[in-house]
C-alpha cells in the first residue's frame, strides 16, 4: 500500500535522499478564470531530468491549472519508469496550499469542478510506492521555474 507523508514546507531542501524523485510543480491562469498555464520540473538527485511548460486550452482557474500540472508531471514520470513506478518514491513540491492541503486530506474539496481533478492527481500519486507533499513558499517555485 502506498505511503503518504507531508512535509513541513519552512524551509525547502534541494531534495531528500529519502526519496527517488522530486517535482516542483506552479501552474496559473491569465484572468482567473482564462487561459490556463503550467510549469514542473522533474529531478533525480541534482540532476534535473526534466523541465517543462504547458499551455492549457479552455477558460480555467488557477487552481485547476495546478492540479493540471500536477498531473501532467506525475504521468511523465509514471511514463518514463514504466513498470517501476510501484516501487519508486517521488517528493512534491508546490506553492498550492489549496492543491497540498486537499491532497493530503486535511482540506476538504468544496468545489465541484475541481474534484475530478483531486481525483485523478490521487489516482496518480497512487501509482508510486511513497509520496510526500509538501508546500513551499512562491519564491521556491519562481526559482526552480521561472514563473
Not at 502506498?2 to 491562469?29: C, M, N, T
Not at 501532467?72 to 513498470?83: E, M, N
Not at 519508486?88 to 486537499?102: C, R
Request: with cysteine; net charge neutral; aromatic share 8%.
Amino acid at each position: 500500500m502506498r505511503r503518504l507523508e507531508i512535509g513541513g514546507g519552512s524551509k525547502p531542501s534541494p531534495g531528500d535522499p529519502h526519496f527517488d524523485y522530486k517535482i516542483v510543480f506552479d501552474g496559473g491562469a491569465i484572468g482567473n478564470p482564462g487561459k490556463g498555464y503550467g510549469s514542473y520540473q522533474i529531478s533525480a538527485g541534482d540532476a534535473i531530468v526534466e523541465h517543462r511548460r504547458e499551455d492549457y486550452d479552455g477558460h480555467i482557474t488557477n487552481n485547476q491549472a495546478e492540479y493540471m500540472t500536477l498531473i501532467r508531471s506525475l504521468r511523465w514520470l509514471a511514463a518514463r519508469l514504466g513498470s517501476d513506478v510501484a516501487n519508486t518514491s517521488v517528493e512534491v513540491w508546490g506553492d498550492s496550499q489549496l492543491v497540498i492541503n486537499q491532497l493530503n486530506g486535511s482540506w476538504k474539496v468544496r468545489n465541484a469542478a475541481l474534484r475530478p481533478l483531486v481525483c485523478e492527481a490521487q489516482h496518480e500519486l497512487n501509482r508510486f510506492d511513497r509520496t510526500r507533499l509538501t508546500w513551499h513558499p512562491r519564491a521556491f517555485s519562481v526559482a526552480h521555474l521561472g514563473h
